[in-house]
């Protein structure tokens, strides 16, 4: 599989820059069309800006730490082109220096600060989760791994990015999107008063 030749390489010792391109980035898996990269090798951040260009309605995100600029400046194009776009934030991510949250509240975002014990450690986004005007086999698209949207996760260490092309992981990724918003103070959240969600029932 993908992931036994990728473990293959580092069980072996090759890690970071030492390891090769050489999996297979889109797969069917049972009825899903599935893109797998991991860093560094595959230049996922380009992959995931691509994504995130595609974007026609909507973009929900959970993130520990963002700090790559290519990435927010696309969402900031998606969003002056009439994209709404809705974040939650760990706390701690949203304390660094350069953390893309103020950028991304400039830009028109409603970006949700988090308060819960812990951490939110999510790395997922949510793209177009009821739309219906891509293509069919790209209508839905989710972004998840362990990649935190940052230089280091994208150039420097071993992570793994899987983009998912399929409705009903979309409506239980954004499921999950929604129980943490539910959780932010209405204070915590830039551009907006609290904007509820109606809950996406399965078909």
């Not at 820059?17 to 050489?22: I, L, V």
């Not at 260009?53 to 730490?65: G, K, P």
């Not at 400039?106 to 819960?116: P, T």
């Not at 280091?152 to 992981?169: K, V």
Request: hydrophobic share 45%; glycine share 6%; net charge negative.
């Amino acid at each position: 599989s993908v992931y036994t030749k990728e473990f293959g390489e580092m069980w072996s010792g090759a890690f970071h820059e030492s390891k090769a391109d050489n999996t297979i980035h889109r797969v069917q898996y049972e009825g899903t069309f599935v893109e797998s990269y991991f860093s560094p090798t595959d230049l996922v951040a380009f992959e995931v800006w691509d994504e995130l260009a595609d974007a026609d309605e909507t973009i929900h995100f959970a993130m520990f730490f963002w700090t790559d600029e290519l990435l927010s400046k696309r969402v900031a194009e998606r969003i002056a082109a009439g994209v709404e776009v809705y974040g939650v934030w760990d706390q701690l991510g949203a304390a660094n220096e350069y953390s893309q949250d103020e950028m991304l509240c400039a830009a028109g975002a409603r970006i949700g600060i988090e308060n819960l014990p812990g951490k939110v450690h999510h790395k997922f986004a949510v793209i177009d989760v009821e739309g219906d005007n891509r293509a069919v086999f790209l209508r839905q698209a989710v972004i998840v791994g362990s990649y935190n949207w940052t230089e280091a996760g994208a150039y420097d260490n071993d992570e793994n990015t899987l983009i998912l092309h399929d409705r009903e992981l979309a409506r239980e990724y954004y499921a999950e999107w929604q129980r943490l918003w539910a959780t932010v103070p209405v204070e915590g959240v830039c551009n907006a008063v609290r904007v509820y969600f109606p809950v996406v029932v399965s078909e």
